[in-house]
């Protein structure tokens, strides 16, 4: 009975390189939402995905950042060229896709990005 | 857009107290969800809330989703060192749910 996964948990980058951080959605869930932490600070919302279909990217950087989530595996959060301001954690959450629930967030333990 | 503030931001208080935080918003809600952060982990639910008026407990945890719909109340009965962590009110914006800002709980022995 896993829970959201993501790895992985902890993520050392210099600048310039490329980070990816994978999900995979709770067994029965088919959303996907990516929300990401800065130090002492709540939840942003970033991106939000169902099977090969961004429903909601709203929250995401304009450049560097993409998500996917394909029809096979976990959905990837993908940054480009990270920069130092994109040291952070990572969270992606998961939902059922209707009726009573639907609205809660499952979320995963979390990426930590740091970016040197 | 629609913003979640919490109150107090930050909170220090010896274990055995009970403890009291809320959540306001600019414009109604449908929905109200408590989470409760983990230091280094994902929130995990607390409590969720339905309908205006409704008071939900989850052991030592009191909910309530107030009448206006603009707001939500958590209580925390006789605190133990493990409820330490940030705890963040969220509420449906279309498609995605949004957080509050978080109520930072220190318990001291």
């Known amino acids: 009975n896993a829970g959201v996964m993501q790895n992985p948990r902890h993520l050392v980058r210099r600048r310039g390189q490329e980070a990816r951080l994978r999900c995979s959605p709770m067994?029965?869930?088919?959303?996907v939402y990516w929300y990401r932490q800065l130090p002492e600070e709540g939840l942003k919302f970033m991106v939000y995905?169902?099977?090969?279909?961004?429903?909601?990217e709203s929250g995401m950087p304009k450049e560097r950042f993409s998500a996917e989530f394909p029809k096979e595996g976990p959905s990837i959060l993908r940054i480009q060229q990270v920069v130092r301001g994109d040291s952070a954690a990572y969270f992606c959450?998961?939902?059922?896709?209707?009726?009573?629930?639907?609205?809660?967030?499952?979320f995963g333990a979390g990426s930590r990005l740091t970016v040197l | 857009g629609q913003q979640l503030n919490q109150s107090p931001q930050s909170m220090f208080i010896q274990e055995g107290e009970d403890v009291s935080m809320n959540c306001t918003s600019s414009?109604?809600?449908?929905?109200w969800l408590w989470y409760k952060q983990d230091p280094g982990e994902g929130p995990v639910l607390l409590i969720a809330?339905?309908?205006?008026?409704e008071l939900t407990s989850n052991g030592r945890l009191t909910a309530q989703f107030g009448i206006t719909r603009k707001d939500s109340f958590l209580n925390i009965s006789a605190s133990i060192p493990s409820d330490v962590g940030i705890y963040f009110c969220?509420?449906?914006?279309?498609?995605?749910?949004?957080f509050g800002t978080g109520t930072r709980l220190q318990v001291f022995p």
């Open positions: 969220a509420g449906p914006n279309t498609d995605k749910l949004i």
């Open positions: 414009s109604i809600f449908n929905t």
């Open positions: 959450a998961s939902s059922r896709a209707i009726g009573s629930g639907a609205n809660v967030l499952t």
């Open positions: 809330l339905y309908k205006a008026g």
């Open positions: 995905l169902q099977k090969e279909n961004i429903i909601d």
């Open positions: 067994k029965g869930h088919s959303h």
